[in-house]
């Protein structure tokens, strides 16, 4: 079981859907280009994004023509997803209640089931089991993190802050460590990690939103009153024209049913 499946992922996000949708990144283009032909889908191929969020992930591949089933136990992270719209031309993902344990779908039915910035929420074994369930044959799996790029020094002083938040250590050592549990799984093969560059352009206030979108940032007024001002100062000694930039590693991992 992951370290962090008991500690009510669905419930904790809760009143954060609208920090998340405007304040976190988005994911690299080359990574998805990777994805997108590393698992040969095609228009009309289905992916199973598990654990959608507010759907950032799940639009990515729908504006490719992929046709995108969102799994997301939280009903608010959920309704803001849908409340989004594909371009013109391009599918809409379909949003549905379920986790990566149970998503409800038929035996066989994906082309590619997806975890991004999700899988370490979930009971690892269980989750696998499922996706394995799910994927047609030949299918693929691939799990999708943006993590802090700790050798950019705006990053670090940002990442300095956040780490000093309750529960930040135990979380964000988890997530760290969570692919591993598909290069290793016995289920799937050809398994292999790649990392891709991202950068994400802020100002104060997508600064301090991008922070206090984590579900464990600080909630109580003496805590968030902290955190905001070690957050300005970041601000104040790095910005240039009024944005700094976050770098981030965003690591993909992908293996073959």
């Known amino acids: 079981m992951s370290d962090l499946s008991g500690s009510n992922p669905t419930g904790r996000f809760t009143g954060l859907a609208e920090l998340y949708a405007e304040h976190r990144p988005n ?9 997108i032909g590393h698992c040969d889908l095609q228009a009309g ?6 654990g959608c969020g507010t759907g950032i992930s ?9 046709n995108v089933i969102g799994i997301e136990p939280n009903a608010e992270m959920r309704a803001s997803g849908q409340r989004e719209t594909s371009p013109r031309g391009m599918p809409q993902p379909v949003y549905r209640d379920g986790t990566a344990e ?17 899988f ?11 996706f394995h ?7 693929w799996v691939v799990l999708m993190w943006n993590e802090r790029d700790q050798r950019d020094e705006v990053t670090a002083a940002y990442g300095a802050v956040i780490r000093a938040f309750p529960n930040a250590a135990g979380i964000e050592g988890s997530r760290g460590q969570a692919g591993s549990a598909l290069l290793e799984s016995t289920l799937f093969e050809k398994a292999q990690r790649l990392a891709f560059i991202n950068k994400q352009p802020l100002d104060e206030a997508g600064l301090l ?4 979108s984590a579900s464990y940032a600080p909630k109580d007024p003496s805590g968030v009153e902290k ?16 944005q700094v930039t976050l770098v981030y590693e965003t690591s993909v991992y992908v293996a073959q049913k």
């Open 27 to 35: 994911y690299p283009t080359d990574a998805i280009d990777f994805i």
């Open 45 to 50: 191929s289905l992916v199973v994004d598990v």
């Open 58 to 66: 799940s639009r990515l591949f729908a504006e490719r023509a992929v």
């Open 102 to 118: 149970a998503t409800g779908l038929d035996d066989g039915v994906a082309d590619a089931v997806l975890a991004a910035q999700a």
């Open 120 to 130: 370490h929420w979930f009971e690892v074994q269980p989750a696998l089991q499922e």
């Open 133 to 139: 369930r799910i994927l047609k044959p030949e299918g």
């Open 209 to 212: 939103g991008r922070a206090f």
């Open 227 to 242: 955190a905001t001002a070690a957050l300005r100062e970041v601000f104040r000694r790095f910005q240039k024209d009024g």
